[in-house]
T-cell receptor, first 111, second 115 residues
Framework: GDSVTQMEGPVTLSEEAFLTINCTYT??????LFWYVQYPGEGLQLLLK?????DKGSNKGFEATYRKETTSFHLEKGSVQVSDSAVYFC??????????FGGGTRLMVKP | DAGVIQSPRHEVTEMGQEVTLRCKPI?????LFWYRQTMMRGLELLIY????????DSGMPEDRFSAKMPNASFSTLKIQPSEPRDSAVYFC?????????????FGPGTRLTVL
């Protein structure tokens, strides 16, 4: 079945550092890929998405590129802020309309 | 525009009691999803409705769990009887059409504690 693997956290960075959170997936067909963010005590919010190979999703300084050849969708940001501290989830959506989530990666940004 | 609305936000109950969680999807969305989040198992899809009809309930853990969607603007997830292992955060999400490129929009969740 479909699966998503994320790097385990927590990831601790200083403000303005470069961020990469790795995400790889296993799926049949051509899924859409998503990054969701969950702030403490809140629900999941869509951060960005990509629906086909080589698409780049971007939002709020975050980027991820859909790499079919490496089955990856790594999340990057050039300069993180304290307000980016949250849990980040990589997910895929297959033709059956079921989101499969990775385990989540907690990011902590220190001033 | 209002997002997905869930109630209650927090629920504390005793083992054996019936629990009902409620969800109002975004107006105009045709698909609705119930998820459960725990530390041990992460985020799991429980059930998915399209146009008020249950399409996939393979994630529902057992017969104690049931979900309904009587109309396009309301859904319930019921646990009867509840058990301590049901303690989790339950999220409802909706999407516009159910297409595989659709974004699912999540509610704030209901934190359930079963004592």
């Amino acid at each position: 079945g479909d699966s998503v693997t994320q790097m385990e956290g927590p990831v601790t960075l200083s403000e303005e550092a470069f961020l990469t959170i790795n995400c790889t997936y296993t799926a049949t067909g051509y899924p859409s890929l998503f990054w969701y963010v969950q702030y403490p005590g809140e629900g999941l919010q869509l951060l960005l998405k990509a629906t086909k190979a080589d698409d780049k999703g971007s939002n709020k300084g975050f980027e991820a590129t859909y790499r079919k050849e490496t089955t990856s969708f790594h999340l990057e940001k050039g300069s993180v802020q304290v307000s980016d501290s949250a849990v980040y989830f990589c997910a895929l959506l297959n033709a059956g309309n079921m989101l499969t989530f990775g385990g989540g990666t907690r990011l902590m940004v220190k001033p | 525009d209002a997002g997905v609305i869930q109630s209650p936000r927090h629920e504390v109950t005793e083992m054996g009691q019936e629990v009902t969680l409620r969800c109002k999807p975004i107006s105009g969305h045709n698909s609705l999803f119930w998820y459960r989040q725990t530390m041990m198992r992460g985020l799991e899809l429980l059930i998915y409705f399209n146009n008020n009809v249950p399409i996939d309930d393979s994630g529902m853990p057992e017969d104690r769990f049931s979900a309904k969607m009587p109309n396009a603007s309301f859904s319930t997830l019921k646990i009867q009887p509840s058990e301590p292992r049901d303690s989790a955060v339950y999220f409802c999400a909706s999407s516009p059409s159910g297409a595989s490129t659709d974004t699912q929009y999540f509610g704030p969740g209901t934190r359930l504690t079963v004592l």
